[in-house]
């Protein structure tokens, strides 16, 4: 009861967006053609944002077509909703490689970026195939031509336009008010590709569940993204008085703008929140005694409580920090030494006694974990990963409050390490590898999937502040 209660709330929030996209989308949309004599707008950047607005207004359209024939008590598979999907998925791939394609022309690195990307397509698709047809969809009897073609197009699709959309983050900020809103349309593309693999998985092998909801839950932050991308490019062309010049895509032409863009902590803020809502979720999770929260599946690794609690923490951390960059509560500096220094002294201790083999008692100072979970080492105790990582998150904290030198580099290069050690747990999972979700017999307890994911987002999240450019002051 309780599940199809969340899932009905997360398809109500998914609605509610993707009509909020397809709505902003439009207007957009109809400004770029109203206004197409007199926008100064560089064409490339025209038609970029013209492909993406049209391939999320089919993405949203397909969305709400589907949820309507399911609450009408029809079977959508194999209808115009899936067509839908198939043709916007083809706008939006078309939109950032056309966009990866003019930027590294314009640099004069042209050859580099078509091999770049040609060759991670080739590596990501091969890849994809391998897994989609060994470890989650597999061989279904009697299986129609179309119905396979659904079944490997959407994570195939979703991984082309997520490599597509990783040169986004290498130019946006060369575009100025315009390159926020595609990072977010980029960063968007990450969670619909997470959101289909789940999908995949959950779909083939008929078991919902927390896996269901996960891939609902990143569908939901895809089209929250998109709903903000479009807002602000609709509000972009409707102030009087904004220009673009033709130079204004060139990293060397100084820009000045009517609007001020729109800051790109607000992702970082979002995932933050997210972070902390993981976290809270887990430790419930604990005291409730729901083993569907503290471990996804029961064969998989389970979250420990100080785990939950550090993500809780972490959230909080880079949660201020964006406002610290944005200038604003500084106040709560305390806030984010207190947060760093409870997940070091925790983590920091923990990581020492798994090198010296000893139990310390923190382990299950707040719930005692059983004692035949699965692919756990020591009752209570994280990944050493998942330790790492935490660590990680508590000193780029306190690097930003104590002002160190170059703060917006290391938190780059501390959000990088973070989402690399997730990255490599949930291929883990996924290649059914144990000693990439770090799982080491006598040494390393298994990361949990839901925290290798959550590692990823706080990496992501780190990595997007110190990629604003703004050092952080007190």
């Known amino acids: 009861m309780t599940l199809e ?11 509610f967006f993707a009509l909020l996209t397809m709505i902003f989308a439009s207007l957009f949309a109809l400004k770029i053609i109203k206004k197409k004599a007199k926008l100064t707008i560089k064409a490339a950047l025209a038609k970029t944002f013209s492909m993406l607005a049209v391939g999320y207004i089919l993405y949203a359209a397909a969305e709400l077509i589907w949820h309507m024939i ?7 598979s194999l209808g115009i909703a899936e067509y839908f999907w198939v043709i916007g998925a083809v706008f939006v791939f078309s939109a950032f490689a056309y966009f990866a394609a003019y930027m590294y022309k314009e640099h004069k690195e042209y050859k580099k970026g078509l091999l770049l990307l040609v060759s991670s397509s080739v590596v990501a698709l091969g890849l994809l195939y391998y897994l989609i047809g060994n470890f989650i969809v597999g061989f279904q009897t009697g299986e129609r031509a179309l119905e396979m073609f659904f079944d490997y197009y959407y994570p195939i699709s979703s991984a082309l336009i997520l490599i597509a959309s990783v040169n986004v983050y290498l130019f946006f900020k060369k575009l100025k008010d315009f390159g926020h809103p595609l990072l977010f349309l980029a960063i968007s593309s990450l969670f619909t590709f997470l959101g289909d693999m789940a999908y995949t998985y959950y779909s083939w092998n008929d078991i919902y569940g927390i896996i269901g909801l996960l891939s609902d839950s990143f569908y939901c932050i895809e089209y929250i993204l998109a709903a903000i991308a479009f807002y602000m490019l609709f509000k972009t062309l409707t102030t009087k008085g904004h220009e673009t010049k033709h130079s204004k895509l060139t990293h060397h032409k ?8 729109f800051n790109p902590c607000l992702a970082a803020r979002i ?9 809270i979720t887990v430790m419930l999770g604990w005291f409730l005694g729901i083993p569907a929260l503290t471990s996804i599946l029961p064969v998989w690794g389970t979250m420990p409580f100080s785990t939950a609690l550090c993500f809780f923490l972490s959230g909080i951390i880079l949660y201020l920090t964006c406002l610290w960059q944005q200038g604003t509560k500084k106040d709560n500096d305390m806030i984010i030494i207190m947060s760093g220094l409870i997940i070091l002294f925790f983590m920091a201790t923990l990581l020492i006694s798994m090198f010296v083999g000893l139990s310390t008692g923190i382990e299950d100072i707040f719930v005692k974990e059983a004692s035949d979970a699965v692919k ?11 330790m790492i990582s ?8 306190l690097l930003a409050v104590a002002k160190a030198k ?23 999972y996924i290649l059914n590898l144990p000693v990439l979700y770090y ?18 987002m706080a990496g992501i999240g780190l990595f997007i502040l110190g990629k604003s450019g703004k050092e952080v002051e007190a």
């Open 5 to 15: 209660w969340t899932q009905n709330i997360l398809f109500t929030i998914i609605d």
């Open 70 to 76: 399911t609450l009408a008590g029809g079977d959508p």
């Open 254 to 261: 100084k820009v000045k703008w009517a609007i001020k863009a």
């Open 271 to 279: 995932i933050a929140l997210i972070i902390s809502l993981g976290g």
């Open 376 to 386: 756990t080492n020591v009752q209570g105790r994280p990944s050493a990963g998942t």
């Open 390 to 397: 935490f660590i990680l998150i508590a000193i780029a904290g």
């Open 406 to 428: 170059k703060t917006t580099k290391k938190l780059m290069i501390i959000g990088s390490a973070v989402t690399i050690i997730g990255t490599i747990g949930i291929l883990g």
């Open 439 to 456: 799982s080491i017999s006598d040494w390393s307890t298994a990361m949990a999937f839901h925290t290798a994911i959550l590692l990823t």
